[in-house]
C-alpha cells in the first residue's frame, strides 16, 4: 500500500493481533474501516461512538486532496463531529488516514475527560506515536 | 489410483461430442441465417472454439489462477499446507507436487488447475485456512487432487471453452441479428422459398436462445458427477472420510461469499460459489451435487474409505440404483479400503487392530493397508485468532513481504518496495536496518 | 531341415518368455526398492528432526531427563536399524518415546507456546503421515513381488535367480500392543 501522502510503500505493523499501516517518511497511519474499534474493545473499552463522529469539514481546508491508498479514490476532508482537526476519510468507507500526530489531538479534543483514557488505551497499540512531541 | 481418470475418459468423449454437436449446429445454422452460407457460420464457430482451446490449453492456469487473485506460496510461507499438500501427493502418487497457491478472499473455498497430473496446481482461500483445522484441510487437498488424478482440471477447462465458444456465438448472433438480420429478408421476401427461410430463421431464433443453456446443462452434469468422484478419491487417499465431511459441513455454513467468481469458474471450486442455498437437493443447473448430500454420504461410509465403500453410501443417500462408482474402478485394490482413527478419537486404538491384518492374509484383492496416526499430536494454532495470523503472514510472504520483530513486541512487515534503509517502529521509535527484515 | 528351424523356433520362443519373467520380476524388485527408499527419505527426515526436538524441550523442562534420554536411545536405535523389518520395530519404539515426549510437554505451557518446538511438532506429524502413506504404496508392491516369486511358473524362474520374498513394514508402537494382554 502506498502513502497517500509520500508515495512511499506502507510498512505493516502488527501487536497483538491488529494490523495498521504507517508510512516511515511521514509517520502518518491508516486505520482500516472497524480498526479502531477493534482496539479499544481488545482494551476492553467500550467504544465511545460520539468520540469519533466525522461531519465533512469546510472546503476551504488548506491540505491537498488525497487518494485512498486502498480504493484510490479521492478522499473526503472530514472532522470530529465537535472538532476543528482536519483528517482523510476514504468515500468509500475503507478507512481513514492520520498525519502524524493527529490521533492525538483528535482524541484529545472530540473525547473530553475520557481522552486521557481512551489515549491510555491506545498508548498499548501504538506507544511512542501517541507521546507528545 | 488412476481408475477413475480411465473410466471418466470414455465418458468425457461423449459430453465433449455432445458439446461439439451443438458448436457446429450453431455455426451452420448461424452462417446459413445471417450470413447466407453455412461454412462462414462453421468457419467462424471453429476458429473461435480454435483460439480459446489453445490459450485454454497452454495459458489456462495461469489464466485462471491470475483471475482468482492467486499468489504462489513458499514452503516457510504456510508449512502446513506444504506439508498436507506433499502427504495427499504421496498418497496419491502423483508424479509431483503441485504448486501452491493462496488467494486472500475470507470465503472458505479451493480449486485445483493443470492439465497434466506432473504440472498442476491447487490453490485455497485464506477463509479456507482460518476456518479449517489439519485433518479437514486435508480433506479438502485431497479433493482437489482427486481432481487432478482424475483429469477433471483438463476436462473441465476444454468443456468450459466449448461452452464460452457457444455463448460468445450466440452473443454475435444476438448482435447481428438487430443490426444486419434485416437485409436478407428485403431480398428474399416474395421468393418461393419465403417459408423456409421463416422456419430456419424460427429455428435460428431458437438455438440462439436454447444452445447457451443446453451447453451449460452438458457442462453441468459433466461437473457435478466428477464432484462426487473426487470426494470418493478424497476417502481413499486420506482414509479419513469425515475430515472431507467436516469440512464441506463448515465450508457450506460459511455466509461469506467469494469475491472474483464467475458462471465459468464456479465449478472449478470444491463448494460451488454460486449457489444460493447451499444445502439444496441437487438439480439440473447446480454445478456441484447439494453439499447435503455430498457430507451425508462420506458420514455413511461406515468405516470404509474404499470406492465400494463410497458406492453403497451414495446409493443409499441419494436413492439412486445406478452406481456413481465405474465398476472398473471397483474390481481394483481401492476397492476395499479401511479407514484410519481419527488423531482425537478416544475410542480409536491405532495400530493395534488396523496394522495386526498382515498383508499376506488379506489376499490380493486387499492389497492397501491402512495408515495407521502413529502420533496422536496435531500441532496447529489452538486460537482463531492465532489461525487467523497465520494466514495473514502466509499471504503477506506469498507477496514479498520481510518481517522484523521488534524488541517492543510488535512485528513489521516490509513490502518488497520498500525503499528507506531504515524503519523506525511506529510504537516504540526504534531504528531497525531495512536489511535486517527476513 | 523344417524340423530344426521349428526346434530352434521354439527355443528361441521359449528363451523370450524367460527373459520376459526374469525381467518382469526385476521390474517389480525395483519397484520395491524405489518404494522403499521413499519411505527411508522420511526416516532419516524424522531421525533428522528429533535431536532439534530434544534441545528445544530441554531449555523448558530439563529435569524431564528421562524422557529425553529414552527418545534419544530409541532415536538412536532406529537410526542404526536395517530392513524394513527391523526398521519397524524401531520406529515403533520411537513413535511410543515420541508419545510420552509430547504427554510430559502438556504440563508445560511455555515450551508449548514456543513457535520453535510447534514448528517442530507440525514437521513430525508430517513426517508420520508421510511414513504412513508411503507404507502403503511400499506394501503395495512387495505384495504384488511376493505374490509373483510365489506363483508358478514364476517362482522357478525366482527360485533359479534367487529372487526372494520381500518384508513388509509394519510400525509396532510397544505400549498398544501390551495392552490387550489379559491374566488369570
Known amino acids: ?133 | 489410483m488412476w481408475e477413475i481418470a480411465r473410466s471418466n475418459k470414455r465418458k468425457s468423449v461423449i459430453f465433449v461430442f455432445l458439446m461439439a454437436l451443438l458448436l457446429v449446429l450453431m455455426g451452420g445454422v448461424f452462417g446459413e441465417h445471417f450470413a447466407q452460407s453455412a461454412e462462414t457460420g462453421l468457419l467462424v464457430a471453429f476458429v473461435i472454439w480454435v483460439i480459446l482451446s489453445i490459450i485454454a490449453y497452454f495459458q489456462g492456469r495461469n489464466v485462471f489462477l491470475a483471475v482468482s487473485g492467486a499468489h504462489k506460496i513458499r514452503k516457510e510461507d504456510h508449512p502446513r499446507l506444504f506439508n498436507i499438500v506433499e502427504e495427499m501427493t504421496i498418497a496419491s502418487l502423483l508424479p509431483a507436487i503441485p504448486e501452491i497457491y493462496i488467494i486472500d478472499d475470507p470465503a472458505p473455498n479451493a480449486f485445483a488447475v493443470g492439465r497434466k497430473p506432473d504440472s498442476a496446481a491447487v490453490a485455497v482461500t485464506s477463509g479456507l485456512l482460518n476456518t479449517l483445522n489439519r485433518d479437514e484441510l486435508q480433506g479438502v487437498i485431497a479433493h482437489e487432487i482427486g481432481h487432478i488424478i482424475n483429469r477433471d482440471t483438463l476436462f473441465m477447462s476444454m468443456l468450459g471453452v466449448m461452452l464460452g465458444s457457444i455463448v460468445i456465438l450466440s452473443e454475435i448472433a444476438r448482435r447481428s441479428l438487430f443490426f444486419g438480420g434485416g437485409r436478407r429478408r428485403t431480398r428474399t421476401s416474395s421468393s418461393g422459398g419465403g417459408q423456409i427461410q421463416v422456419i430456419l430463421m424460427i429455428a435460428g431464433l431458437v438455438l440462439m436462445l436454447l444452445a447457451p443453456i443446453l451447453a451449460r446443462l452438458i457442462y453441468l452434469a459433466a461437473s457435478r458427477k466428477r464432484e462426487y468422484l473426487a470426494d470418493a478419491s478424497a476417502a481413499i487417499f486420506t482414509r479419513l472420510p469425515e475430515g472431507l465431511a467436516s469440512a464441506l459441513e463448515k465450508i457450506s455454513v460459511s455466509p461469506i461469499r467469494l469475491r472474483k467468481i464467475n458462471q465459468v469458474t464456479a465449478p472449478m471450486y470444491t463448494i460451488n460459489p454460486l449457489q444460493n442455498m447451499k444445502l439444496a437437493e441437487d438439480s439440473l443447473f447446480s454445478t456441484h451435487p447439494s453439499t447435503l448430500n455430498r457430507v451425508r454420504i462420506l458420514r455413511s461410509m461406515a468405516g470404509g474409505s474404499g470406492y465400494d465403500a463410497y458406492d453403497a453410501a451414495f446409493r443409499a443417500v441419494t436413492g439412486q440404483t445406478r452406481a456413481i462408482i465405474p465398476p472398473s474402478a471397483l474390481k481394483t485394490a481401492h476397492a476395499t479400503v479401511p479407514s484410519r482413527s481419527r488423531r482425537s478419537d478416544p475410542k480409536s486404538d491405532p495400530g493395534t487392530d488396523q496394522t495386526k491384518q498382515a498383508p499376506s492374509a488379506m489376499g490380493m484383492a486387499g492389497a492397501v493397508l491402512t495408515a495407521a496416526v502413529l502420533m496422536d499430536a496435531a500441532a496447529e494454532p489452538v486460537t482463531p485468532a492465532a489461525k487467523v495470523r497465520e494466514t495473514t503472514d502466509a499471504i503477506w510472504k506469498s507477496r514479498g513481504y520481510r518481517f522484523i520483530p521488534c524488541p517492543c513486541g510488535a512485528a513489521l512487515k516490509v513490502p518488497p518496495d520498500y525503499r528507506r534503509t531504515d524503519i523506525v517502529c511506529l510504537r516504540c521509535g526504534r531504528k531497525h536496518p531495512a536489511a535486517s527484515a527476513s | 531341415m523344417t524340423g530344426i528351424l521349428l526346434f530352434l523356433g521354439i527355443i528361441a520362443g521359449l528363451v523370450i518368455w524367460v527373459f520376459g519373467m526374469y525381467n518382469g520380476l526385476v521390474r517389480l524388485r525395483n519397484a520395491v526398492k524405489n518404494a522403499w527408499s521413499q519411505i527411508d527419505v522420511q526416516l532419516k527426515r524424522r531421525h533428522d528432526l528429533i535431536p532439534n526436538l530434544v534441545e528445544t524441550v530441554k531449555g523448558y523442562a530439563a529435569h524431564e531427563k528421562d524422557t529425553l534420554e529414552r527418545v534419544i536411545a530409541a532415536r538412536n536405535f532406529a537410526v542404526t536399524a536395517s530392513g524394513p523389518a527391523e526398521a519397524g520395530k524401531a520406529e515403533g519404539a520411537l513413535t511410543g518415546a515420541l508419545k510420552s515426549l509430547f504427554a510430559v510437554a502438556e504440563a508445560y505451557p511455555d515450551l508449548k507456546a514456543n513457535q520453535n518446538f510447534l514448528a517442530l511438532q507440525e514437521e513430525l506429524t508430517s513426517t508420520e503421515n508421510r511414513i504412513a502413506f508411503s507404507r502403503q504404496a511400499y506394501n503395495d508392491a512387495v505384495m504384488q513381488y511376493n505374490n509373483k516369486t510365489e506363483m508358478v511358473p514364476t517362482n522357478i524362474i525366482a527360485g533359479m535367480f534367487n529372487f526372494k520374498p520381500s518384508e513388509f513394514f509394519e510400525i509396532e508402537i510397544p505400549e498398544e500392543r501390551q495392552t490387550p494382554k489379559v491374566s488369570f
Open chain 1, 1 to 133: 500500500m502506498e502513502c497517500p501522502v509520500c508515495r512511499e510503500s506502507m510498512i505493516v505493523i502488527e501487536y497483538d493481533d491488529i494490523e495498521l499501516d504507517y508510512c516511515v517518511g511521514c509517520m502518518g497511519v491508516w486505520f482500516d474501516a472497524g480498526e479502531i474499534e477493534l482496539m479499544l474493545g481488545k482494551s476492553g473499552i467500550p467504544f465511545p461512538s460520539e468520540a469519533l463522529r466525522f461531519r465533512v469539514a469546510d472546503t476551504d481546508a488548506r491540505e491537498l486532496r488525497r487518494p485512498c491508498p486502498l480504493c484510490g479514490k479521492t478522499m473526503q476532508k472530514v472532522c470530529p463531529e465537535h472538532g476543528r482537526v482536519i483528517l482523510d476519510r476514504c468515500p468509500a468507507g475503507e478507512g481513514i488516514w492520520f498525519d502524524a500526530g493527529e490521533i492525538r489531538e483528535v482524541i484529545k479534543e472530540s473525547a473530553g475527560a475520557a481522552g486521557d483514557i481512551v489515549l491510555g488505551a491506545l498508548r498499548r497499540y501504538l506507544g511512542e506515536a501517541l507521546a507528545e512531541k
